[in-house]
């Protein structure tokens, strides 16, 4: 049939091209490990300083209390639990913890904790007994002294820079689209390129980078740190839904200072090449069946491409066609490149009922394909509905005015 249509960080952002933040003055990271029973204990504290008294002296703010958790066996039921602890003297503290295997894992956040140094000693505000003490430039801490599971943590003070640090990514630009080459193997190149400023800490630089199954991901440079980065992604996936937005960010970690930078950036494949996995069909045709685009009204059909030979896609106009024989719900495609470079479809739309020609419509790209089966769809139906299997004087008999359509269904 011819084709017929008839239709949390201490971040502050300054704009929208960096990420600024001020560096507490001093912080700390302090973690230590101990082992009982087999157990293993490990503990991080994470504090800066937030005034009060010369150097290292004065109120340190708690930031982060970490717990990690190390059993000699397997545990057998998952640990996700989430709540609020009551230390007393108005200290609280947001404990998150999880599980998996033999690990517990638990992260507590507290804006009511600090710790409190004089002449070199530590200990939890508002309380008596001394924790710690710093010695030289090294903080030491146990949270529970009369714990004999506890660790006692160590760590060295770090002093940030006087100046806010500031983590601008240069490139790629925001919305970037990035298209596979037309080599085999096909190759997606992502460059990325950032500052920092002061420019002393642009090597520190760290990028998550986007994933994508079914490809093989390589760095030029080796790990994904520095201010210039080249990435690459080898093959093509076979899956459509790998291609679309991604997103890049580049973070700056100085002591417990942490500023990050993100864009957005778009993969996408060569829509005419035939370097897909199957490299039997043009892309759009291996990706697009993917789509809902191939599910007319929601329906499983038979998609199959007819190039530019099959029937009556040897004529250039003709997007598709149903043909009774052809196999069960199977629709062709024709080549939707000799439609033009957007795959520009122009079609009349009907109605039933006066004025029968309302106007037309143009649709393109994968919106062109959609559209052609959707129409081939609704042949399909016709022909199973109203046709199979009956004579003509029962075709004709059910379509008394001869118009293709079945008196029973004219009305809507």
């Not at 302090?30 to 004065?58: C, D, I, P």
């Not at 043909?323 to 719900?329: E, F, M, Q, S, V």
Request: with cysteine; aromatic share 10%; charged share 20%.
């Amino acid at each position: 049939m011819k084709y017929f249509m008839i239709f949390v960080a201490l971040l502050i952002p300054v704009s929208a091209f960096g990420a600024r933040t001020q560096c507490p003055r001093y912080s700390v990271a302090m973690e230590g490990t101990t082992v009982n029973m087999g157990v293993s204990y490990k503990e991080r504290l994470e504090a800066h300083k937030v005034g009060g008294g010369a150097g290292y002296n004065g109120r340190w703010k708690v930031d982060l209390f970490e717990q990690i958790i190390t059993y000699p066996w397997d545990l057998k039921f998952p640990i996700v639990t989430s709540n609020v602890s009551d230390l007393g003297k108005g200290i609280t503290m947001h404990s998150t913890c999880t599980s998996a295997g033999n690990v517990v894992h638990c992260r507590s956040v507290s804006d009511t904790m600090f710790l409190e140094v004089i002449n070199n000693k530590v200990r939890m505000e508002r309380t008596v007994p001394w924790h710690g003490q710093v010695t030289g430039s090294t903080m030491t801490w146990k949270f529970h002294l009369e714990s004999p599971t506890e660790p006692v943590l160590s760590g060295v003070i770090a002093e940030g820079p006087r100046d806010p640090i500031e983590l601008t990514i240069i490139f790629p630009a925001d919305r970037t689209r990035i298209v596979y080459s037309s080599q085999q193997p096909p190759t997606l190149e992502l460059k990325l390129q950032a500052k920092t400023k002061p420019e002393q800490y642009a090597d520190s630089i760290e990028w998550t980078l986007p994933e994508m199954e079914g490809t093989t991901r390589t760095i030029v440079q080796g790990a994904p740190r520095g201010s210039v980065l080249d990435v690459t992604y080898e093959k093509m996936p076979e899956d459509n839904s790998q291609f679309g937005k991604k997103r890049v960010t580049a973070t700056l970690k100085v002591g417990t200072c942490t500023a990050t930078e993100s864009r957005e950036v778009q993969f996408f494949f060569p829509r005419d090449l035939k370097n897909n996995p199957g490299g039997q069909y043009p892309n759009w045709f291996y990706y697009w069946k993917q789509t809902p685009a191939a599910r007319p009204r929601g329906q499983m059909v038979n998609i199959e491409y007819g190039g530019t030979t099959y029937g009556e896609c040897v004529h250039p106009t003709v997007p598709a066609q149903y043909t009774p024989g052809a196999g069960h719900a199977t629709i062709h495609v024709c080549s939707l490149v000799r439609l033009g470079d957007q795959f520009q479809n122009r079609f009349p739309v009907l109605s039933l009922q006066p004025p029968y020609h309302l106007g037309w419509e143009t649709s393109r790209n994968i919106d062109t394909f959609a559209k052609a089966v959707i129409h081939e769809f609704v042949h399909w139906q016709c022909y199973h509905n109203f046709r199979y299997g009956k004579s003509l004087p029962a075709i004709q008999a059910a379509d008394t005015d001869a118009d293709g359509l079945p008196d029973t269904v004219e009305p809507q």
